[in-house]
């Protein structure tokens, strides 16, 4: 005697009709699925590849900055390092301390 059993997920009248199915449909079927979750693979892989190009291009546009900046802050020729670092610091405006000037450390000792 044979029994049919329904398996996890699958009732028995799915089973029957996936047996009672052709083998070229379930082929067709299957295929059709795997196309799908390569294209979808695909897909990923493509948005990788255009967010890596973006990072890269990010990366060389900051990189060029930098340079320039530091092109920028370098000193002209015949310029020596320490008269381009001054030249590029502000002048600052001395002020006049207001501080008091410090009292003696210790205090003459009173006799009695």
Do not use: C, F, H
Not at 4 to 14: F, N, P, R, V, W
Not at 57 to 67: D, V
Not at 90 to 106: F, N, V
């Amino acid at each position: 005697m044979k029994v049919d059993k329904s398996l996890a997920g699958l009732s028995i009248e799915e089973i029957r009709q996936r047996r009672a199915q052709a083998p070229e449909a379930r082929q067709a079927q299957r295929e059709a699925a795997m196309k799908a979750i390569k294209d979808r693979m695909k897909a990923i892989a493509a948005k990788k590849a255009e967010k890596k190009a973006a990072d890269k291009k990010a990366a060389e546009k900051a990189a060029a900055e930098k340079k320039e900046k530091a092109a920028a802050k370098a000193p002209a020729k015949g310029e020596s390092k320490k008269a381009a670092k001054k030249a590029a610091q502000p002048k600052a405006k001395p002020q006049a301390s207001k501080t008091k000037a410090p009292k003696s450390a210790k205090p003459e000792a009173k006799s009695r």
